[in-house]
């Protein structure tokens, strides 16, 4: 009986780890996806800013600061979960 509860442990175990993995694995996938479109977005959009800035409104140029700074913290998020996917594979 012991035995079995063992073998059932070590297997519950070895699943359990392998959903971790896939779970870091699908962390980065997702960071290192997720950054070059909202690189490419923040790039437009200081091309919009630098060559177009003076033609818009107070409001456009307020909004277009906006999304450069709305971009910039989803990069960041990005970032950090990133970062917790490598955290997350150090040893304890």
Do not use: W
Request: net charge negative.
């Amino acid at each position: 009986m012991n035995e079995e509860l063992e073998n059932r442990v070590e297997d519950r175990t070895a699943e359990l780890k392998a959903a971790v993995s896939e779970l870091e694995a699908f962390s980065r996938t997702v960071s290192h996806d997720l950054k070059s479109p909202l690189r490419a977005l923040d790039v437009y959009a200081s091309t919009l800013q630098e060559e177009c800035g003076e033609m818009l409104s107070v409001e456009g140029r307020e909004l277009l600061m906006d999304m450069r700074h709305q971009i910039g913290e989803m990069i960041q998020l990005v970032e950090h979960l990133l970062r917790y996917a490598v955290t997350s594979q150090a040893p304890l």
